[in-house]
Nanobody, 127 residues
Framework: QVQLVESGGGLVQAGDSLRLSCAAS????????MGWFRQAPGKEREVVAS????????NYGSSVKGRFTISRDNAKNTVYLQMNSLKPEDTAVYYC????????????????????WGQGTQVTVSS
């Protein structure tokens, strides 16, 4: 099991950039696929991005593709979400998630596929 702690959220203006970080505890971080999800008030939790164990397999939600980039540093047990060209509709609580995928490079894209979650960090984009 890993414990996840997000950081880097805040209040920014439209067009600005933010980088979120998610630090994971434990010595098996490299065996976990990692994901970023977000949830706005009154809306369902949706995938932002996910990355498999091999750094290569990545997936993005359609609304963030081309603006957001997910990456991971296994030496630091950390996954990042670089968010550029932020829009007011990106306002949400952003959650980091992890799932042990064993020997596969799979990068899950639905919340139900993840077993570990962080507490979330608020991102607010003003117009």
């Amino acid at each position: 099991q890993v414990q996840l702690v997000e950081s880097g959220g805040g209040l920014v203006q439209a067009g600005d950039s933010l980088r979120l970080s998610c630090a994971a505890s434990g010595r098996t971080f490299s065996t976990y696929a990692m994901g970023w999800f977000r949830q706005a008030p009154g809306k369902e939790r949706e995938v932002v991005a996910s990355i498999g164990r091999n750094f290569v397999n990545t997936n993005y939600g359609s609304s963030v593709k081309g603006r957001f980039t997910i990456s991971r540093d296994n030496a630091k047990n950390t996954v990042y979400l670089q968010m550029n060209s932020l829009k007011p509709e990106d306002t949400a609580v952003y959650y980091c998630a992890a799932r042990n995928t064993g020997n596969t490079w799979y990068a899950p894209v639905t919340p139900d596929e993840y077993t570990n979650w962080g507490q979330g960090t608020q991102v607010t984009v003003s117009s």
